[in-house]
């Protein structure tokens, strides 16, 4: 079993499958388990600078898919969340979401409700290729900010 792990761990090494390793760990950062990715893309450019515009490009990408996921399992969850239909707190979110539509979306970056608003969005079946081109802008400029304050404070 630890020759197994030795060699997945080889697998991922940064810098050799960094932007590899960068789309798992943004994939999996943006379905409903908890992990961030922003340490990864930061590593990733410190090691490489040149890497900059591909990390972010495969960050977002990896990112926007798991949004993506994260929506169809919303889309599919339709008795689990039926249980919660009647609590003030739910309608009144759903209103809200129902109100702003596929634009909320563009939140999807925020720690802790970004992942599950993708989920919910998904839920109320709002419509897929808008909600994932929000989902998309929202984790680019994420990236782009968070990755260019992070190489300005740390970089050097």
């Given at each position: ?127 897929f290729w808008p ?26």
């Open positions: 079993m630890e020759a197994w792990i030795d060699s997945l761990l080889h697998l991922l090494a940064l810098p050799k499958y960094g932007l590899s390793s960068l789309f798992v760990v943004s994939f999996v950062s943006a379905t409903l388990l908890p992990l961030g990715s922003e340490a990864a893309v930061f590593g990733l450019v410190s090691l490489n600078p040149e890497l900059f515009w591909s990390a972010i490009g495969v960050a977002t990408l990896g990112n926007t898919l798991g949004g993506a996921l994260t929506w169809a399992m919303g889309l599919a969850s339709h008795k689990v969340v039926d249980r919660y239909q009647h609590s003030k707190h739910h309608l009144r979110a759903l209103d809200w979401l129902k109100r702003i539509g596929p634009k909320a979306c563009l939140l999807s970056w925020l720690p802790l409700v970004g992942d599950p608003l993708c989920a919910v969005a998904g839920w109320l079946a709002l419509p909600c994932l081109a929000y989902m998309a802008i929202g984790k680019l400029a994420r990236y782009v900010l968070m990755t260019a304050a992070l190489v300005g404070v740390f970089g050097r």
